[in-house]
């Protein structure tokens, strides 16, 4: 028979249970339950000016959120840069974020994740979609997200260079409080068709060197923003601007966008628009964090006492010039050591290349789907954006050189975890 409680008693087991979770940890769970998940999704196609334009546009997007007074109590920011997470979005997501050219390496080809999508959706998530996320060549993915995000946005072939001066549209609501007027390096290119209760949130002219995609006709304001309040009463936005992620560093696209996120996940928008206190340059400094740094103009001479050393579970890493060490403003290299049986996690650089020698020792080395066995005198060259590892196959540590071209190396993946960062061997 299961027994019943008074209120007291009621408000008794719960008094302990929170005592049990202040014992245990508990409070930072509580706190993540309360908070607004929002995910932030890139792809591994990149917008202009190589790698840089959908990375680099997640990260910001990310710390312009964390950093935001009006948002960071109240949400929580999972970014993904490159690619959809591994366990999906349908399940808690309360607003997804889509950065990255839909017709070119699509996470949504897959039909897991169009599913996941569909899930999330369906659920009552917001979305937000930014440059092209918002279409597809496939025409059965492209009806879904016109459905979705209250457009149709067909792909083109035909963009053109354009500079875009935008500005709010009247009566557009809390997603367009406190943007004032701006202007933007873009790209021109199809047409937008708003569905039946989709609104236009920003416009602006195109003047651009070349012709004008047929899309945009002369004089006419070309929609550049806007908002759907789907049949469900979940919410979408969707710019299509963000080919180059240095846009987020205009001050009015940021308080749009953060808006339009918050807007999008149900969170009150303040009349003056949401904040941000990350670095009016972040874009900037996140594609070129030596930006304010002196160049590099004389020879310099370290001793190892001046090298960095990493401890990592596998291993160790000694760098000895990168642009943090303040001796490069173009190279990193380092001495690598995995130790025997170990191996470090996979993973790729999304801003230089990588050489490997090995000095002694043996490794096995994986590339993407290649895998080689190497040994003392042997070098292999890695190109950005190629998932690799290497095991240690040996009976002893195995010994590297390490050569990056460029002195602020970046990262993606399993890297390894930090056991300590020596300053000092």
Same mark, same amino acid.
């Given at each position: 028979?299961?027994?019943?409680?008074?209120?007291?008693?009621?408000?008794?087991?719960?008094?302990?249970?929170?005592?049990?979770?202040?014992?245990?940890?508990?409070?930072?769970?509580?706190?993540?339950?309360?908070?607004?998940?929002?995910?932030?999704?890139?792809?591994?196609?990149?917008?202009?000016?190589?790698?840089?334009?959908?990375?680099?546009?997640?990260?910001?997007?990310?710390?312009?959120?964390?950093?935001?007074?009006?948002?960071?109590?109240?949400?929580?920011?999972?970014?993904?840069?490159?690619?959809?997470?591994?366990?999906?979005?349908?399940?808690?997501?309360?607003?997804?974020?889509?950065?990255?050219?839909?017709?070119?390496?699509?996470?949504?080809?897959?039909?897991?994740?169009?599913?996941?999508?569909?899930?999330?959706?369906?659920?009552?998530?917001?979305?937000?979609?930014?440059?092209?996320?918002?279409?597809?060549?496939?025409?059965?993915?492209?009806?879904?997200?016109?459905?979705?995000?209250?457009?149709?946005?067909?792909?083109?072939?035909?963009?053109?260079?354009?500079?875009?001066?935008?500005?709010?549209?009247?009566?557009?609501?809390?997603?367009?409080?406190?943007?004032?007027?701006?202007?933007?390096?873009?790209?021109?290119?199809?047409?937008?068709?708003?569905?039946?209760?989709?609104?236009?949130?920003?416009?602006?002219?195109?003047?651009?060197?070349?012709?004008?995609?047929?899309?945009?006709?002369?004089?006419?304001?070309?929609?550049?923003?806007?908002?759907?309040?789907?049949?469900?009463?979940?919410?979408?936005?969707?710019?299509?601007?963000?080919?180059?992620?240095?846009?987020?560093?205009?001050?009015?696209?940021?308080?749009?966008?953060?808006?339009?996120?918050?807007?999008?996940?149900?969170?009150?928008?303040?009349?003056?628009?949401?904040?941000?206190?990350?670095?009016?340059?972040?874009?900037?400094?996140?594609?070129?964090?030596?930006?304010?740094?002196?160049?590099?103009?004389?020879?310099?001479?370290?001793?190892?006492?001046?090298?960095?050393?990493?401890?990592?579970?596998?291993?160790?890493?000694?760098?000895?010039?990168?642009?943090?060490?303040?001796?490069?403003?173009?190279?990193?290299?380092?001495?690598?050591?995995?130790?025997?049986?170990?191996?470090?996690?996979?993973?790729?650089?999304?801003?230089?290349?990588?050489?490997?020698?090995?000095?002694?020792?043996?490794?096995?080395?994986?590339?993407?789907?290649?895998?080689?066995?190497?040994?003392?005198?042997?070098?292999?060259?890695?190109? +950005?954006?190629?998932?690799?590892?290497?095991?240690?196959?040996?009976?002893?540590?195995?010994?590297?050189?390490?050569?990056?071209?460029?002195?602020?190396?970046?990262?993606?993946?399993?890297?390894? +975890?930090?056991?300590?960062?020596?300053?000092?061997?």
């Amino acid at each position: 028979m299961i027994p019943s409680f008074t209120k007291t008693t009621a408000l008794l087991l719960a008094a302990m249970l929170a005592v049990a979770a202040l014992l245990s940890g508990g409070p930072h769970v509580l706190a993540q339950e309360d908070k607004t998940k929002i995910v932030l999704i890139g792809s591994p196609q990149a917008g202009n000016g190589g790698i840089d334009g959908f990375f680099h546009g997640i990260r910001a997007l990310e710390k312009m959120i964390v950093t935001s007074p009006d948002l960071r109590k109240a949400t929580v920011v999972e970014a993904y840069p490159f690619g959809w997470p591994p366990e999906g979005i349908a399940a808690d997501a309360d607003a997804v974020v889509l950065y990255f050219d839909g017709t070119k390496a699509n996470p949504l080809d897959d039909p897991e994740r169009r599913a996941d999508l569909a899930a999330f959706a369906a659920r009552g998530g917001g979305l937000v979609t930014l440059y092209r996320a918002g279409t597809s060549g496939d025409p059965a993915l492209r009806a879904m997200l016109a459905s979705l995000t209250g457009a149709t946005l067909l792909p083109t072939a035909g963009e053109v260079p354009a500079v875009v001066t935008a500005q709010a549209v009247a009566d557009a609501g809390d997603v367009a409080r406190g943007v004032t007027p701006f202007r933007y390096f873009g790209r021109a290119g199809s047409g937008v068709t708003l569905t039946e209760g989709a609104q236009a949130v920003l416009s602006g002219e195109l003047l651009a060197a070349a012709a004008l995609p047929e899309a945009h006709a002369a004089g006419q304001p070309a929609i550049l923003a806007w908002q759907y309040l789907r049949p469900d009463g979940a919410r979408s936005f969707s710019f299509v601007g963000g080919h180059d992620a240095h846009q987020l560093d205009e001050p009015a696209l940021r308080r749009l966008l953060l808006n339009a996120i918050a807007w999008s996940a149900d969170l009150s928008v303040p009349p003056q628009g949401i904040g941000t206190e990350a670095d009016p340059h972040l874009v900037a400094l996140l594609i070129d964090p030596g930006m304010r740094r002196p160049p590099f103009r004389v020879a310099a001479v370290t001793s190892r006492a001046d090298n960095e050393v990493l401890d990592l579970d596998w291993g160790t890493i000694e760098w000895h010039v990168s642009g943090p060490l303040g001796n490069s403003d173009t190279l990193t290299t380092g001495r690598g050591v995995i130790a025997v049986g170990k191996a470090n996690g996979r993973h790729f650089h999304p801003n230089s290349d990588e050489v490997l020698h090995v000095v002694s020792g043996r490794i096995r080395h994986t590339m993407n789907d290649v895998t080689v066995e190497m040994g003392p005198g042997d070098t292999v060259s890695i190109p +950005r954006g190629v998932y690799h590892n290497a095991e240690n196959i040996g009976e002893e540590p195995a010994v590297f050189f390490l050569a990056f071209d460029t002195a602020w190396r970046e990262v993606v993946g399993e890297y390894a +975890r930090t056991v300590s960062k020596r300053e000092k061997p």
